[in-house]
């Protein structure tokens, strides 16, 4: 009998998948989901340089690691509450350039989270505010427990939302709730957030791990390549043309007819069984 030749294996199982166990930034494999957890709980794990540096880090190797999805939450009683203020170049009377931390640190993150080609769910299990909630808003997903609360809290110190706020928030919320809430600085419960549509869902707060979890692990085992496409797609439309999206979604859908996943998706329709996807 002829010996069956093994399948290669999947791009996860070759992958190195690394864990970061203490630091600012936590990371921890759950299946092919990738947990990231900002970890400084006693700032509201507010940023640091060093703190953007791990999370930095922590993305390689969630990418390196052929994640299938990316669930991102706050290690204590909030998930984010931006900038850490002391750790900036600050003296009264002195300008301090805003833009170059913005340029190195924030910008690049949130335009990477949006460019990952996977899924990208927030838990936000407490007071996201500042950079923190754009950070939020970033994701594909937001989830939020009803006793977390999204502030845009950059006019309480003299700025401007940052790291996508303003262009985030007027097109999930219209331009009167947007301003409203840029120019007050006031809190957004949860619930409200919801309801307004700027998230997915509020949930009673003991829900919100298992629930997260469940959501990612469901995302991990579809069809992400065409995940990652639609991010696209729909974030294209924001700028293009009626003509160009109709253009990019033609060209989108020739590369994922050419798709295992689109193949064993058909296959698994004709033949009335579940599919197995494998992101390919």
Known sequence: MAQETPMPPTPAQAAVRTTLEAGPILLRWQGDVAVVTLNRPDKLNSFTRDMHRALVQALDHVEAGAARALLLTGAGRGFCAGQDLADLDFTPGHATDLGELIDTWFNPLVRRLQA?????????????????????????????????????????????????????????????????????????????????????????????????????????????????????????????????????????????????????????????????????
């Open 116 to 280: 990952l080609p996977l899924p990208v769910i927030a838990a936000v299990n407490g007071t996201a505010a500042g950079a923190g909630a754009n950070l939020a808003l970033a994701c594909d997903i937001v989830l939020a427990a009803r006793s977390a609360s999204f502030i845009q809290a950059f006019v309480r110190i003299g700025l401007v939302p940052d790291s996508g706020g303003t262009w985030l928030l007027p097109k999930r919320l219209g331009m009167a709730r947007a301003l409203g809430l840029a120019v007050t600085g006031d809190k957004l419960s949860a619930d409200e957030a919801e309801k307004w549509g700027l998230i997915w869902e509020a949930m009673d707060d003991p829900l919100l791990p298992e629930q997260a979890m469940a959501i990612a692990t469901h995302l991990a085992a579809q069809p992400t390549r065409a995940l990652a496409a639609i991010k696209r797609a729909m974030h294209a439309s924001a700028t293009n043309t009626f003509d160009a999206q109709l253009d990019l979604e033609r060209d989108l859908q020739r590369d994922l007819g050419q798709s295992h996943d689109y193949s064993e998706g058909v296959n698994a329709f004709l033949q009335k069984r579940a599919p197995h996807f494998k992101g390919a």
